[in-house]
């Protein structure tokens, strides 16, 4: 019986002991927030330049055909790459039976003349005699008919003669315009037929690239503005803008620029090529380079809202002149961190250490 109570004695001071002790409150840790240095996004005019891929083609590209047909090439006297000049004979066809007939033919013009002499002699001399009465009416109109049927005879022996001299001269092909030789289908011994294809010329040996542009670049483009063209290949070359065309591809959305180029170097058409376009200053929205992260490889910054919480936003960037970026994606009057922005996560808390500045020019 008194070790029962002993215990319940334990039991009970135990127990008051736990009663006398309140329990503890867990500390509550305020919410950490960095400090960092914003910048105000401002619209400026920045040097822009856009950059392009594409194809070296022709200016023009002027075919060379035989405009007469069923005749030998007895000469070719020009090569792919060969520079000609406009004029200069290309190819020779055989033009033996061609200069016989012309022969023939200057033959029958000289007959049809002396013809048209004799009856022009014998209708003076009806008209003297008509008009002494010892030629009746009738016998002048025969005369006046012969003189007739002469002229139109000899008419009609000079046009036989001149289809045939100017089938003779066509029997040398000759380079329309001057310019570079991009290709060439006919071959000695070959008989041409009339129309078909027998080089084709690069006129002026002038040059220019298929630029092709992301349409949100095209409308920065215009005519005139100076370019550079490279390839790893050949080298630079210097070019101006000749025209923007009017359509973008449905697929890609690109457009076209085409790009002349000052000289050809070693330019061929078929090659591909780079081209930076000078677009000149152009208001954009602008940024300091330090502001600027890359996540995932692309471009974007942490915009602080009213509450101080920062959120990523990304950006395409149009140009970078080294101290600034000029991007999309932005609104003018957007603070932005430029200090600190690479240890912020999405959403954060900021303290703001100085007051936001604009990019400086």
């Given at each position: 019986m008194s070790a029962l109570v002993l215990v319940l004695g334990v039991s009970a001071i135990a127990l008051a002991g736990c009663g006398d002790k309140k329990p503890k409150k867990a500390k509550s840790t305020p919410s950490a927030s960095a400090t960092v240095s914003v910048a105000v996004v401002v619209s400026q005019p920045i040097a822009r330049q856009i950059n392009a891929t594409g194809t070296i083609s022709p200016w023009e590209e002027v075919p060379v055909g035989a405009e007469t047909g069923g005749l030998t090439a007895v000469s070719?006297?020009?090569?792919?790459?060969?520079?000609?000049?406009?004029?200069?004979?290309?190819?020779?066809?055989?033009s033996t039976l061609l200069a016989a007939q012309l022969r023939q033919q200057d033959a029958s013009v000289a007959s049809a003349k002396a013809t048209l002499a004799e009856a022009s002699a014998a209708l003076n001399r009806a008209r003297e005699l008509q008009a002494k009465g010892y030629l009746s009416q009738a016998g002048l109109d025969t005369a006046v008919a012969r003189q007739g049927t002469s002229a139109a005879n000899l008419a009609a022996a000079e046009a036989a003669r001149g289809e045939t001299a100017a089938r003779l001269g066509?029997?040398?092909?000759?380079?329309?315009?001057?310019?570079?030789?991009?290709?060439?289908?006919?071959?000695?011994?070959?008989?041409?037929?009339?129309?078909?294809?027998?080089?084709?010329?690069?006129?002026?040996?002038?040059?220019e690239l298929d630029a092709e542009i992301p349409e949100t670049d095209l409308a920065a483009v215009k005519a005139g503005m100076s370019a550079k063209v490279y390839s790893e290949k050949v080298g630079e070359m210097t070019g101006r803008v000749r025209i923007v065309t009017s359509e973008v591809n449905a697929t890609n959305r690109l457009g076209v620029a085409r790009i002349a180029l000052s000289s050809m170097g070693g330019f061929r058409p078929?090659?591909?090529?780079?081209?930076?376009?000078?677009?000149?200053?152009?208001?954009?929205?602008?940024?300091?380079?330090?502001?600027?992260?890359?996540?995932?490889?692309?471009?974007?910054?942490?915009?602080?809202?009213?509450?101080?919480?920062?959120?990523?936003?990304?950006?395409?960037?149009?140009?970078?002149?080294?101290?600034r970026v000029a991007a999309t994606g932005l609104t003018a009057g957007d603070r932005v961190v430029v200090e600190g922005a690479g240890f912020l996560g999405e959403g954060d808390l900021v303290r703001i250490g100085q007051a936001p500045v604009a990019p400086a020019r």
């Open positions: 070719v006297n020009a090569e792919e790459g060969q520079v000609v000049q406009a004029g200069q004979i290309l190819v020779q066809l055989n066509q029997t040398s092909v000759r380079a329309p315009v001057g310019g570079l030789i991009s290709r060439r289908s006919v071959t000695k011994g070959q008989i041409v037929s009339a129309g078909s294809e027998l080089f084709r010329i690069v006129r002026d040996s002038r040059l078929g090659m591909f090529a780079r081209a930076t376009i000078d677009a000149g200053d152009q208001p954009a929205l602008v940024v300091p380079s330090a502001s600027v992260l890359y996540r995932e490889n692309r471009p974007g910054v942490f915009v602080v809202d009213a509450a101080k919480k920062v959120h990523f936003r990304r950006i395409a960037v149009l140009a970078n002149t080294g101290d």
